[in-house]
T-cell receptor
Framework: EPEVTQTPSHQVTQMGQEVILRCVPISNHLYFYWYRQILGQKVEFLVSFYNNEISEKSEIFDDQFSVERPDGSNFTLKIRSTKLEDSAMYFC?????????????FGEGSWLTVV | DAKTTQPPSMDCAEGRAANLPCNHSTISGNEYVYWYRQIHSQGPQYIIHGLKNNETNEMASLIITEDRKSSTLILPHATLRDTAVYYCIVRGYMDSNYQLIWGAGTKLIIKP
């Protein structure tokens, strides 16, 4: 069964450093998402991406965040200057088609610890 | 905000059916009911979804009431590996790009 794969599984970084989280979506997926989950809290939507541009973003997704899909396969989330409160699990997700009946599939996540 | 209400926690004996309820009284006609689970901070795992009819797959069954205001996820023979947080999510065209809006879920503990 195809899977969404994410790297790294865990990263520790110093405050102020740039971090790039990578995702390889399922090959036929066209719509991509990043979600995050702070330890003990709910899963939160960050951004959705379609046709090489952001289609929706939440209030969390401020100027410190960016996404891109540079080579048509990898989908990346960049945090420009990390803060302590960016420590969380980040999930990449994707779906193949349009409509609410089209399932979103998630990767296993990348734990980011900012110290 | 999440459009669903779930009990915060439930227990179930191993080998028995686990029945997880979900209320979604404000669901509209073109919104789907999705179930995901999350095992110990792993990535959310898709279980099943439905619109109006009951659905069954290799993991679970989804029973949706006729008025669609509530549903039940049934794990027919629960195992210890089914211990997880289960999320019931209503998803439709009103959610930007059909994103998922997560509540707190139900923590299901399977006991030996």
């Amino acid at each position: 069964e195809p899977e969404v794969t994410q790297t790294p599984s865990h990263q520790v970084t110093q405050m102020g450093q740039e971090v790039i989280l990578r995702c390889v979506p399922i090959s036929n997926h066209l719509y991509f998402y990043w979600y995050r989950q702070i330890l003990g809290q709910k899963v939160e939507f960050l951004v959705s991406f379609y046709n090489n541009e952001i289609s929706e973003k939440s209030e969390i997704f401020d100027d410190q965040f960016s996404v891109e899909r540079p080579d048509g396969s990898n989908f990346t989330l960049k945090i420009r200057s990390t803060k302590l409160e960016d420590s969380a699990m980040y999930f990449c997700a994707g779906r193949s088609g349009t409509g609410a009946g089209n399932t979103i599939y998630f990767g296993e996540g990348s734990w980011l610890t900012v110290v | 905000d999440a459009k669903t209400t779930q009990p915060p926690s439930m227990d179930c004996a191993e080998g028995r059916a686990a029945n997880l309820p979900c209320n979604h009284s404000t669901i509209s006609g073109n919104e789907y009911v999705y179930w995901y689970r999350q095992i110990h901070s792993q990535g959310p795992q898709y279980i099943i979804h439905g619109l109006k009819n009951n659905e069954t797959n290799e993991m679970a069954s989804l029973i949706i009431t006729e008025d669609r205001k509530s549903s039940t996820l049934i794990l027919p023979h629960a195992t210890l590996r089914d211990t997880a947080v289960y999320y019931c999510i209503v998803r439709g065209y009103m959610d930007s790009n059909y994103q998922l809006i997560w509540g707190a879920g139900t923590k299901l503990i399977i006991k030996p």
